[in-house]
């Protein structure tokens, strides 16, 4: 059997979301497609923060001697890596420490900027065009400090994000304490990306899917896409469990799962995954106030209404979303380290997810360069979630043909 559509999305994570909301509104039709349920994978778990502050990329100056030293303090570590000669992961290692430079940098300040800045103002319409009820916050996001060394190096990376007109404030250790009454005593000092905000990533993924299926999206769950035909440089052909589709027009959304999905596309899509893990916990007694990172062990904190969430690691390679005890503990034990926390904490779920990960730190998004019919918008990395509505407006903008809202050229994929 084979199903004519117009537009075919391919996951339902929170980029194949975002991008179904905004083709709908353009007036498109749209089926999505997806291998488990849709909103539950590597977005519902994760911290919901919504970052346009993050405009350095992961493949930055610095990043491989930090890692490197990270993995020698194998109890605190926010970094792990698989140990494989797999020449495709081998490969993407190798891109990303020769991405580790001050050129990649500048390159993705730009592109990183304008995504973040357009997807930061499409949540806030979005949220509150559609009342949404999804714990919402715009009170930025703290990094919290306990020593110097890593204050002074916030300080810094906040100065250099201020001239690229990213608002941060920096607070002393009296301050820190007014404005975050949870943090511990020990904490010397705060760096405040004031335009940042936070909310509950799996009841707004909710909300979304409900509202796109009311708009009149086809979701097919539980359908993975097994393989493609293509002829005469076009997809004529997405072969699924539940028999095949031809569309106009085909969005490849499938996070960490994007390489393996397009295997039959001669694509190179150096994507890996990085696995993380977040805890959440019943609402404690003193709640913090704002999103948070744990500056020194790079632990987030997410307070969403009546529950607490702890996120942390980042795994290179690990493609299991089987969540690690270990980890999980170490992660409730390093955010004891700053915010006061309930003796005996109600954890209500463990979960682990996968971040689609590119060597040079940006995602791709873009038409193929094979194929007439197909757009990618996928390797969002850590900022899935904080990239999809604007991630979503600019390939509705592709689709229809127009300009999009910025310069789409350094998230080409063959700039790989
Ligand atoms: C611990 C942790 C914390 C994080 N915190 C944040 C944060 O605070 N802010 C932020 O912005 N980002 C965060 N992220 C990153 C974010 O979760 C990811 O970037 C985001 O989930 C990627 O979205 P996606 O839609 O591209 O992919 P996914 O969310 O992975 O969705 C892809 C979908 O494709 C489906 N799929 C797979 N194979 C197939 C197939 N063969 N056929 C059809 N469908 C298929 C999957 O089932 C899945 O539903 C975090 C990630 C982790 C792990």
Not at 127 to 133: L, M, P, R, S
Not at 214 to 222: P, Q, T
Request: proline share 6%; hydrophobic share 40%; net charge neutral.
């Amino acid at each position: 059997m084979t199903t004519k559509t117009d537009i075919l999305i391919i996951g339902g994570g929170p980029v194949g979301l975002s991008c179904a909301y905004y083709l709908l509104k353009s007036g498109r039709k749209v089926t999505i497609l997806d291998a488990k349920e849709i909103g539950k994978g590597s977005g519902s778990g994760n911290a919901g923060h919504i970052v346009p502050s993050h405009i350095i990329p992961l493949a930055a100056p610095g990043v491989v001697t930090s890692a490197l030293k990270w993995m020698l303090d194998p109890v605190h570590s926010p970094f792990g890596m698989k140990v494989s000669l797999d020449p495709k992961y081998i490969s993407w290692l190798l891109q990303f420490v020769l991405a580790c430079n001050k050129s990649n940098v500048q390159r993705a300040i730009a592109p990183l900027n304008s995504l973040g800045q357009l997807s930061a103002r499409n949540f806030a319409q979005l949220i509150a065009e559609e009342k949404f009820d999804c714990s919402y916050q715009e009170k930025g996001l703290l990094f919290l400090y306990k020593t110097e060394s890593a204050f002074n190096g916030g300080k810094h990376e906040g100065e250099l994000m201020q001239k690229h007109g990213i608002p941060v404030d920096v607070y002393d250790r009296s301050k820190v304490h007014e404005v975050e009454p949870a943090a511990l005593d020990d904490i010397i000092g705060g760096v405040h990306f004031t335009g940042d905000s936070h909310l509950n990533p799996a009841v707004f993924l909710k909300l979304l899917s409900d509202r796109v299926r009311a708009m009149g999206a086809e979701m097919l769950e539980h359908t993975p896409v097994t393989g493609f035909e293509s002829a005469n440089g076009k997809i004529t052909k997405v072969k699924t469990s539940a028999g095949d589709f031809e569309a106009e027009q085909i969005i490849l959304a499938a996070g960490a799962f994007t390489p393996s999905v397009a295997r039959d596309l001669k694509l190179n899509i150096p994507i890996q995954p990085a696995r993380g893990y977040s805890l959440t916990m019943s609402a404690t007694k003193h709640m913090p106030s704002h999103a948070l990172i744990l500056g020194e062990r790079r632990i987030a904190v997410s307070p969403m209404g009546d529950v607490l969430r702890f996120t942390g690691r980042l795994e290179v390679g690990n493609g299991s979303t089987t969540p690690n005890p270990l980890w999980i503990q170490r992660i409730e034990n390093s955010a004891r380290e700053y915010i006061a926390l309930d003796e005996k904490l109600d954890i209500k779920e463990t979960w682990a997810g996968l971040r689609p990960t590119t060597p040079d730190g940006m995602p791709i998004i873009g038409r193929s360069p094979n194929h007439s019919n197909l757009i990618l918008a996928t390797g969002h990395a850590m900022l899935g979630l904080s990239l999809g509505p604007g991630t979503g407006q600019v390939v509705a903008e592709l689709v229809n043909g127009q300009e999009p809202a910025f310069s789409l050229s350094p998230l080409r994929l063959d700039r790989f």
